[in-house]
Every structure is written in C-alpha cells, then in structure tokens.
C-alpha cells in the first residue's frame, strides 16, 4: 500500500487596510512613482471597468506567476 501524506499550514486570516469608502490612489501616479525604480521583473496587474483584467510586464509567464506568488506571501506574512 501507498502512503499518504497530509499537510498542514497555518490558516491567516487576511484583514484589508480600509482606506474609506470607494478610496482609490490615482493609477496614474502609482505609474509614475515606478519609473526609474530599477526594476529586474516588473508586472502590472489591473482591473478594467467591465471587469476584465490587464495584465502586462517584462517577465514571461513563469516569472510572472513566482512574482505574484511572492507578492501574496509578503502581503500575508510581512508587516
């Protein structure tokens, strides 16, 4: 017989840092905050009024993907 293997982690329990109703920064600014920011890999994920997402970036979609990724762990885990 196989053996099976059961995995446990941590649960966190993500609380957003509300701003105020419907606050948003300026996408513009946020781009040119960016600029000459010596960047290795650099991805822009954003949301369109109809919904559907942008997505672009020097990185292929591996890289993509492992920049996302660490992204989501240092927002979950790092203050």
Known sequence: MGHSTVLMGKVV?????????NFRYDPDEILEGAK???????????????????VT?????SEILVLMEMAKHQLLFEE
């Not at 329990?13 to 509300?18: R, S």
């Not at 970036?57 to 979609?61: D, E, F, I, P, Q």
């Open 36 to 54: 000459g920011q010596d960047f290795t890999n650099l991805v822009i994920l954003g949301q369109l009024p109809d919904g559907t997402y942008w």
């Open 13 to 21: 329990k993500l609380e957003p840092v509300e701003i105020g109703s």
């Open 57 to 61: 970036g020097n990185s292929n979609a």
